[in-house]
């Protein structure tokens, strides 16, 4: 016994079926309205002027249309869809189906649970590795910056363009020939080395500033020599 379904299969062939192409528009509209009924009420046999009360239309509209859909063989005398059994599968109820899905996602979620649940067997006691340790971090090697490098330092330093071309020019020059060391340590950081290449640039500038005379002392001076003072 085939129980009602919500839905049932419409196979393409009925776009291109001669029987059904030979059907006005209002007979295929009814015949696909009797699947439908079918497909609500299962092996129930519709009388006609319930067929006809569902189509909203007269039982003598009806029963021309009933005959009609005899003679290309698409229902038969009870108004019932031929070989509706054959194209219709048990299976296409989703009862079964939701019932498999839900024992399946029941089935998962145990298993998860039974996984989320086991015995931690790793020691928190290990001494080797801390909570919170970080992997050492590899060390970059140094590479040593170009003329150009040190010169647009030396500029965002606040040194003139012309000052840090010649600033970078002594300071490629001084540390190449010592192949990049600071003392006996290989050179790590070019850009700190610039800072304080121009901090004793700057330092011995004031000293020489400070050590020179100045234009008064030099004048007294030439006095002096000449014994006009």
């Not at 291109?16 to 192409?21: E, L, M, N, W």
């Not at 998962?108 to 989320?116: F, Q």
């Not at 020059?173 to 340590?185: E, I, L, P, Q, R």
Request: hydrophobic share 30%.
């Amino acid at each position: 016994m085939t129980s009602s379904m919500p839905w049932f299969r419409m196979y393409h062939e009925f776009a291109t079926d001669p029987k059904v192409q030979m059907l006005s528009e209002v007979d295929q509209r009814r015949f696909i309205m009797l699947l439908c009924l079918k497909c609500c009420n299962g092996d129930v046999t519709l009388q006609c002027n319930e067929i006809a009360f569902q189509l909203r239309v007269t039982e003598t509209e009806w029963q021309a249309t009933k005959t009609r859909l005899i003679d290309k063989g698409l229902i038969d005398e009870d108004g019932q869809p031929e070989a509706w059994d054959k194209r219709q599968y048990v299976s296409d109820s989703s009862a079964a189906r939701v019932r498999k899905h839900r024992e399946k996602v029941k089935r998962y979620s145990n298993v998860t649970e039974t996984k989320s649940n086991a015995v931690d067997t790793d020691t928190d006691t290990d001494t080797d590795k801390k909570e919170g340790d970080k992997p050492p971090v590899k060390a970059q090697r140094f590479s040593p910056p170009t003329n150009s490098d040190v010169m647009n330092y030396f500029v965002e330093q606040g040194l003139p363009f012309g000052d840090a071309g010649n600033e970078a020019d002594k300071y490629c020059d001084f540390y190449a020939s010592k192949n990049w060391h600071v003392g006996k340590n290989k050179m790590k950081d070019w850009k700190s080395a610039c800072r304080n290449w121009k901090r004793r640039m700057q330092e011995n500038e004031t000293s020489k500033r400070d050590i020179a005379p100045s234009a008064s002392d030099r004048i007294s001076a030439a006095l002096k020599s000449r014994g006009l003072q």
